[in-house]
């Protein structure tokens, strides 16, 4: 049963006979906006301009993580992003500090005004990374995880579910068809990379699921160059391509010594590289009839 | 920390850098043997037998689960499968009958002497479905849910791991890792098909994958050809072909009447065809030096 | 043994170590410009302005090929594309009207000014396309066809060589070298999409190739929309993120009445659609620095 | 036009609906038998022998050629491969010895007995390779090269088309209607492996297309391990387990020093190792109603 949407809007798109009757695009007269943080500082997504969340991929200490803050800020972004809890492929890797990654990502909030996105891993730790979160983070790993995407259905905070690597895009909209329907309207979609035969590049960064998404539902739809190539040097083109497709977002990976990162540093841009990217954002933005 | 495996064990693998110390085929003198049941029941995976695992994607009913483990215990097949929790991509499709199918699967277990694999999907749910089951099944959508995996390798049962569909054999392997690092050396690992280009079946069933595995691990290695394929006329030729390629079993779904199944029917064998299905694969399992 | 650069040239690349010594960007000091056509006409690809070529996937009429050019034409375009020889998935579809096709193509030029671009498809073809074609056009499907890559090398016209489906970027530009290494140095890369597990468009555009190639080649590359997606609605978006990736130029299919195509129609932009693709793609080349 | 089969088989298929006539299953009442080569070494695909082609990825030498040619006699395969034309990824790399080549595998097949399957990489050439070998190898890379096939349907000699990488199974069989529509009905199809995400191998040979290709058409199918796995010690597992899943010959690389082989060393079996395959694959070809 729906409760973020009237029974006649879910009405409406089912007669349609869409799948995901909540998420389709007939289900809303107009686009959804998510708001993410509270006060003045707060964003929002799904209208003219296209937020840039910045920061580390993973907290690794409030030095780092008050750098990387610092330069989101400095730049321009408007979202801090930054894992406590890190989704590893092997059991030996650096796993995130947990609860103390979240309390620092609070302090970084509290330092900076950015509004705080981070990854929730487990329907269990949902209402503790909700306390100090600003939007819930459900990671490419995670996108089918139907407890995870129910519990966060019912966190009250936004989602931002990441699509997973071999995930159509009629999937990505099934899963959050599973957020919506637990009853929490606030659901921001992301493209990070598509897995293909193509070594070059860690993934494929279908940026046409992008216009697709724009056209199939109401929700949001961001885009990640970071995950999306695995390369630094392609992060700027990308994200440029992405706000041209129509991104109404842009997440990005920023630490103060990317070559010292213990976690994805070969695509996390410097402090410079950052303010570069938003300065042409901001150019590609205008030409497409937005604003960064 | 291991408590599976002696750390001279663990040592020795590692030393020889593998990512994997604990899963990988250097860490044993020998192949690692899994029990799954007690008893006269109990069926080991991993030796010169192949054991196939049938039953129905999904307990549906006591009439149907009943048909479906007397047609399996007919045919031949050692152990009883079926979905109690079922990972559904839409929040509208059949989501399993939870508990009440766990029930129905013991029940089952006590009619006919089959052991019952059965999956788990959340973290929360493993002591009860090791309450019921004799081993837990991870499946593809969660083969890194690192929750799940940690919580499966401390529960007490056997585990077999699915391969994700868009996996490789390495984030198996690493995906096993976890299960091992947290104490349970029992770990079936299953090839269950990849995610390609290709739109005749389902996935691609990748048994280059089983052979693969079979010298990258001490671990059992079986095949899933019913997901693999998605159509039920592929799935006898590839069960033998599995058998031929080094499996050391196979999961099949059966139901008593396909065409009425709730999920996963064009894919499911009649009972007269899994008869069909355990004669042939004798006699190809002893021409590769095994039995079934 | 390479006539187009200089042994100088072509050593210090080679000593880099370059697989594809010719192609490598560390082979020249700076970027390649292509040439097409002739006079006032002409057009070159790998300067600041991004051309634009668009024309009917296959030339069926005369009264069609004279719509799309004129269309073509008034939109803005500065190159008419057209196939008159096509290469089809099954030999029951239309073929093309050869060399007809090319007498076609060669009155369109007369009649508009724009240089013709067309698919060769044999190497005992060359020279007769070469008669009539500014360009010579070689296909997704045979980018390794190893005798045409080098006919096409010894052909005096420039190349526009599209990816394979399933090719690696390094095998791209290994393809190109073929050309180089017989000779001809005139040589344009297009991104087409690649082949993938989505099904929602025919194929997944890789605008990280684009931006990729850019760097490791100092050969032009431009980016196909309409192959790359499938779908008429996610043309004009696509090709807005090409140029904002970096493309040197882009290849879309336009047709008087796309309903009514002999092949491609439902990727096929309407002349009105062409003439908004253009307009706004002359504001995004502008945010990036580039014109149309 | 069709000329190789009678106008009412043909009618019946097309009646049908089916993309591919000619090929389609319901196009004749049997299996198409082919027949390779003359006399009493003639060797016939699709009865219930399963034939094996064994022999070097590239002619070398005579030397090389012979020492592989009398290892494949010895170990029981009953058609001798090898490249005299190859088609290379790169232009550096060694392309074959030419005609030269073809001279070579002429005398090794008067020396043993075998008759001889090499590839045409063009049209033009098919003349000369039909008057030196037995039957005319289509690689996978010019699966979709119309001019190659239609010239190949009016050759006179068997066929042997091998899927492309990014090829379907309709893909495939559009091609092979290409040759019988041209007056050729003697083809027998080849999975050899399709490009996937998976590192661990150079290709994924999806034998679920081996099983489906029966279903589909009349034609035989074989299987290449070789190319379909790239590594010499998956070639004997998945050779037995194309023979379970109901291919119809076996081509597979063998080379007397494959450490110094001038390509595809590491997937080239030494002759023991060939010895041993051919002594398996008889087990399990047994254990399916088939010999070696």
């Given at each position: 049963?729906?409760?973020?949407?009237?029974?006649?809007?879910?009405?409406?798109?089912?007669?349609?006979?869409?799948?995901?009757?909540?998420?389709?695009?007939?289900?809303?007269?107009?686009?959804?906006?998510?708001?993410?943080?509270?006060?003045?500082?707060?964003?929002?997504?799904?209208?003219?301009?296209?937020p840039i969340i910045a920061?580390?991929?993973?907290?690794?200490?409030?030095?780092?993580?008050?750098?990387?803050?610092?330069?989101?800020?400095?730049?321009?972004a408007r979202?801090?992003?930054?894992?406590?809890?890190?989704?590893?492929?092997?059991?030996?890797?650096?796993?995130?500090?947990?609860?103390?990654?979240?309390?620092?990502?609070?302090?970084?909030?509290?330092?900076?005004?950015?509004?705080?996105?981070?990854?929730?891993?487990?329907?269990?730790?949902?209402?503790?990374?909700?306390?100090?979160?600003?939007?819930?983070?459900?990671?490419?790993?995670?996108?089918?995880?139907?407890?995870?995407?129910?519990?966060?259905?019912?966190?009250?905070?936004?989602?931002?579910?990441?699509?997973?690597?071999?995930?159509?895009?009629?999937?990505?909209?099934?899963?959050?068809?599973?957020?919506?329907?637990?009853?929490?309207?606030?659901?921001?979609?992301?493209?990070?990379?598509?897995?293909?035969?193509?070594?070059?590049?860690?993934?494929?960064?279908?940026?046409?699921?992008?216009?697709?998404?724009?056209?199939?539902?109401?929700?949001?739809?961001?885009?990640?160059?970071?995950?999306?190539?695995?390369?630094?040097?392609?992060?700027?083109?990308?994200?440029?391509?992405?706000?041209?497709?129509?991104?109404?977002?842009l997440?990005v990976?920023?630490?103060?010594?990317?070559?010292?990162?213990?976690?994805?540093?070969?695509?996390?841009?410097?402090?410079?590289?950052?303010?570069?990217?938003v300065?042409?954002?901001?150019?590609?933005?205008?030409?497409?009839?937005?604003?960064v």
């Amino acid at each position: 049963m729906s409760r973020g949407r009237s029974e006649g809007e879910r009405t409406a798109a089912a007669a349609a006979g869409s799948p995901y009757p909540l998420a389709a695009r007939a289900a809303r007269a107009g686009r959804t906006v998510v708001d993410v943080g509270e006060g003045p500082g707060a964003v929002r997504f799904g209208e003219v301009p296209v937020p840039i969340i910045a920061g580390p991929c993973a907290v690794e200490s409030w030095e780092q993580l008050a750098a990387a803050a610092s330069a989101a800020r400095t730049a321009g972004a408007r979202l801090l992003r930054g894992g406590a809890f890190k989704p590893r492929t092997s059991p030996y890797a650096f796993q995130g500090l947990g609860e103390e990654g979240l309390r620092l990502l609070a302090r970084a909030r509290a330092a900076t005004g950015l509004p705080v996105v981070t990854e929730v891993m487990t329907a269990g730790a949902v209402a503790m990374v909700a306390e100090y979160a600003d939007a819930l983070q459900i990671g490419a790993r995670n996108m089918q995880n139907t407890d995870l995407l129910r519990a966060c259905g019912r966190a009250g905070r936004p989602v931002l579910l990441k699509r997973g690597p071999a995930a159509t895009v009629e999937e990505l909209l099934l899963a959050a068809e599973y957020v919506l329907e637990a009853g929490n309207p606030r659901v921001i979609l992301c493209e990070r990379g598509i897995r293909t035969f193509e070594p070059a590049t860690r993934n494929t960064l279908d940026l046409s699921a992008v216009a697709l998404l724009r056209e199939l539902t109401h929700l949001p739809v961001i885009a990640d160059p970071s995950h999306g190539t695995g390369r630094r040097d392609l992060v700027v083109p990308m994200a440029l391509a992405a706000i041209a497709a129509g991104a109404d977002g842009l997440l990005v990976e920023v630490h103060p010594d990317p070559d010292q990162a213990l976690s994805d540093g070969p695509q996390s841009l410097t402090p410079a590289q950052l303010q570069d990217l938003v300065t042409r954002a901001r150019a590609v933005a205008g030409a497409v009839g937005r604003t960064v």
